[in-house]
């Protein structure tokens, strides 16, 4: 058993806030990658002229703009979410555990799984910064199509321009107990019966988390971080 | 909705992916109640989710991941789809639910229940919530063994020298604007068994995805386009393979085994596709097929038996990804999509068969049964004669050619020691007649030819050989591997003098052979060990002797190899030779996987 002070459960971008408040805290990520709730959900994020209350969270908000990963019109590319999420990171000298995923909760205790096996870390607080499920969801979509369309509702689907001319995060809203197959086999069969202007549209992917949309956009998330939002347990 | 998983199944696949995704379609075909546990949230493993779609040349797959393939190529070709990746984990999943298996995706498999040496089902976390059911046989499809690690099976883990791996890639995806697929570069090692190593390695190494501009395309692996996002699986191309009942190894391949092996249950038509640029910590026979011939590109058929999935002195589980038993040369070959599938197809329906037969032991069941259901079982391991079976008389017009490799293997192989020695006196000097001559007697182990050997590594012999469509390896330092093989002691100042060349072209390639050579030398001759000795010391405590590795796709990430750095301090130990080297190493900015080698290096002294 590894004894830690405190842990905090998810490296996405409020734990990654949240750890870098509090200092001296193992942070444990289920995914290899960072900032799962909008790198891994193609969630590109909305509301961005909203400043962030925290230095640090602004300084991501920087780090966006500097590397042209998010224009004046709040268009974003999402493939910068994790990368620059990861320099944050390292900056802070973060203590991340990545494919370390908890099996159980007891007390002060997670059995977890790494990729060195199953261990037990015990921490004197441990914090909870997973996603909180909610009555709906998004499972959002990346597609590629002709360029110009607008952003807005398309019969089921809910397009956002990305940076790039001609490719969009398309939204699909779901129930928030539907599991991966119900919620697959919906876009899949939706999208065959996509509205005509769409015809010449094509998924390229889609998000392998669903969307639990707790913040407007990853600079909000790691702000609410770094206020010290994240349920302790 | 969600729907309960039961208590009991015939058969537990862990990992949906490339391989495992086939083998609960298979064994659900064959009637066998199967449960899919996934750490995921989708099928296809690397395959969808890695971005790695093709098949890597050859015929194209076939069986059932051919009929599954043939679906997803439809259903892209119906239009609105920008590439298989997505369409792969829909028809794989629908494939599944179609023949009633039960898929659990986000969950982690905790532990592996067993009675003796009998597996008799899986504890999985799920919500945070653990639960459990029976199976008569689980397929570890997780690539990294992690149900034969749970259950304790016997591992074998890398190369002989440092026990590593091949490269990992660090998976990013990327749009042409048409079609999406990842993108196949290197980034150097990781160590996937080690959670800091690993965690460090993955968060440096996304470095290399930072972009000075986001919003422009660019070209990145010869391709037009621009990253969509970073793929949740880390792109790791090699791990811990399971000491099954039988291991198919280099030498099966190359020694003339392999053609014997009874009842293969699969073949797979690939090349050994190493991403390793450091060859000389790999094994001789290895080194001989890329160094010597420069066979990287040669595709062969391997055979994969059923021995090759079941882990030794165990019933009631089989490894099934590229974990299976095989050594790390072969690994390099078997890992890909479509062995990757055929071995599922085999797993499944084996372990349909077992279960179904009520006792669970994949060795007990009928191997005809076994091939019955299998169908379409390629024989072809006539093809493999057509790369080292050449007439004589096409060795001889090969060796005179600028596509030296096939005529060196076939003569290596078929031990034309004879006329090579004839054409070798015959040729002129520097020719490639006498050139490649040389180096098929040393390969065969037989001196004849050491004089133009040295003489191509005097001239830094620049020749570079067309055999493969890339990868080939100078003639120079090909040279300088092959006296190193004969352990020519003769050539001890010609490797002295390569290695203080410091402007030498090539030098990492140069300069690492010739410290493999100086290794071999010192060890079969145990009079000039201390001269060897001193001399490495010196060169591997000196900083300024850098390694500049070029890693695919990534040479703007700098990479200073500090392998054989540890390698000779290894030796050093062995030789019983006091030194600074990991010290040395320490002091030198290292990424976490090289400065996990070096602490544990200067833990051993």
Redesign the interface.
């Known amino acids: 058993m590894k004894e830690f002070d405190r842990i905090v459960i998810g490296a996405n971008f409020l734990g990654c806030g949240l750890a870098a408040r509090l200092g001296r805290v193992k942070i444990i990520e289920p995914s290899c990658v960072l900032g799962a709730d909008f790198a891994l959900t193609f969630n590109s994020g909305e509301a961005w002229d909203v400043a962030p209350e925290h230095l640090e969270a602004a300084e991501y908000l920087s780090m966006l703009r500097e590397h042209r990963a998010l224009d004046d019109d709040g268009r974003t590319a999402v493939a910068a979410f994790a990368p620059l999420l990861a320099a944050w990171c390292r900056k802070r000298e973060l203590d991340i555990e990545l494919s370390c995923s908890v099996v159980a909760i007891e007390g002060q205790e997670l059995r977890v799984m790494g990729v060195d096996g199953r261990k037990i870390y015990r921490a004197g607080e441990i914090y909870d910064a997973m996603p909180k499920t909610k009555p709906r969801k998004f499972l959002i979509g990346l597609a590629a199509g002709p360029a110009g369309l607008e952003d807005g509702r398309r019969g089921d689907f809910v397009f956002r321009q990305s940076l790039h001319p001609g490719e969009y995060y398309v939204k699909l809203e779901c129930s928030g107990e539907d599991g991966w197959e119900f919620a697959r086999r919906t876009w899949h069969q939706r999208w065959a019966r996509r509205p005509e202007e769409l015809r010449d549209c094509r998924l390229l992917l889609l998000g392998t988390r669903f969307d639990l949309c707790n913040y407007p956009n990853p600079v909000a998330a790691l702000d609410a971080g770094l206020r010290g939002e994240g349920g302790k347990l | 909705?969600?729907k309960k998983p039961k208590s009991d199944y015939d058969v537990i696949v862990l990992g949906f992916g490339t391989a495992g995704a086939i083998a609960a379609i298979a064994a659900g075909r064959m009637g066998a109640s199967v449960l899919v546990l996934e750490?995921?949230?989708?099928a296809g493993g690397t395959q969808s989710?890695g971005g790695i779609t093709g098949f890597y040349g050859g015929p194209p797959p076939y069986g059932l991941t051919g009929e599954i393939n043939a679906k997803i190529k439809a259903a892209v070709e119906a239009?609105?789809?920008?590439?298989e990746?997505?369409v792969r984990?829909?028809i794989l999943?629908?494939e599944a639910?179609r023949v009633g298996v039960d898929?659990r995706?986000e969950t982690?498999?905790?532990?592996v229940q067993r009675e003796g040496r009998r597996v008799t089902g899986v504890r999985?976390?799920e919500s945070?919530?653990?639960c459990e059911a029976q199976c008569r046989v689980l397929i570890d499809s997780s690539a990294?063994a992690v149900a034969c690690?749970?259950v304790g099976c016997e591992l074998l883990s890398g190369r002989a020298t440092d026990g590593l791996y091949n490269t990992f890639t660090n998976t990013?995806?990327a749009?042409n604007?048409?079609?999406?697929a990842g993108l196949n570069f290197d980034a150097g090692r990781i160590n996937?068994?080690?959670?800091?190593v690993?965690?460090q390695t993955?968060?440096?190494t996304?470095?290399?995805?930072?972009?000075?501009?986001?919003?422009?395309?660019s070209t990145t692996c010869g391709r037009a386009g621009?990253?969509?996002?970073?793929?949740?699986?880390?792109g790791i191309r090699e791990g811990f393979h399971v000491l099954t009942e039988e291991v198919l190894t280099i030498d099966d391949m190359f020694m003339g085994d392999a053609a014997q092996l009874p009842d293969p249950v699969a073949y797979v038509f690939t090349n050994l596709d190493t991403h390793t640029n450091d060859m000389p910590l790999e094994s001789e026979l290895f080194q001989d097929w890329m160094v010597g011939a420069s066979m990287w590109g040669t595709q062969l058929w391997f055979p994969v038996i059923r021995e090759n999935l079941v882990p030794k002195g165990w019933i009631g589980i089989l490894a099934a990804a590229r974990h299976l038993g095989v050594d790390h040369d072969i690994g390099q070959a078997v890992r890909m999509n479509g062995p990757m599938g055929r071995i599922g197809e085999v797993a499944g329906v084996l372990a349909a068969l077992a279960a179904q037969a009520g006792h669970g032991d994949c060795l007990v069941v009928p191997i005809e049964n076994l091939k019955r259901r299998l169908e379409d079982i390629p024989d072809r391991r006539g093809e493999n004669e057509a790369v080292w079976g050449l007439p004589v008389e096409a060795i001889r017009a090969g060796l005179e050619s600028d596509r030296p490799g096939f005529a060196i293997w076939s003569a290596r192989h078929q031990r034309r020691v004879a006329e090579l020695r004839a054409w070798y006196a015959d040729a002129a000097p520097g020719s490639h007649l006498r050139r490649h001559a040389a180096m098929a007697l040393a390969l065969l182990g037989d001196r004849a030819g050491v004089d133009e050997l040295r003489q191509a590594v005097i001239e830094r012999d620049a020749f570079l050989p067309l055999t493969s469509r890339h990868s080939n390896h100078l003639r120079g330092y090909a040279c300088l591997y092959l006296l190193g093989r004969l352990r020519d002691v003769e050539s001890l100042e010609l490797f002295f003098d390569v290695l203080k060349d410091d402007a030498i072209q090539n030098k990492y390639e140069y300069h690492t052979h010739a410290v493999a050579a100086l290794i071999k030398v010192g060890e079969a001759h145990s009079d000039k060990r201390a001269a060897i000795a001193e001399f490495l010391r010196m060169l591997a405590e000196d900083p300024a002797w850098e390694l500049r590795a070029r890693l695919k796709e990534t040479q703007s990430y700098p990479r200073i190899d500090q392998l054989f750095r540890l390698r000779i301090a290894a030796v050093l130990r062995q030789w019983g030779v006091p030194n600074q080297i990991g010290q040395v190493v320490l002091a030198m900015p290292l990424n976490a996987h090289d400065r996990a080698l070096a602490e544990k290096c200067l833990a051993t002294r």
């Open positions: 909705m969600d750490q995921n949230t989708y989710g239009g609105g789809y920008g590439g990746l997505e984990k829909w999943e629908e639910l898929i995706y982690t498999c905790y532990d999985w976390g945070r919530v653990l990294e690690r749970l990013c995806l749009s604007g048409n079609r999406v996937q068994y080690d959670p800091e690993f965690s993955m968060l440096e996304a470095a290399l995805h930072v972009l000075e501009d986001y919003s422009a395309d621009h990253r969509v996002a970073l793929s949740d699986l880390p």
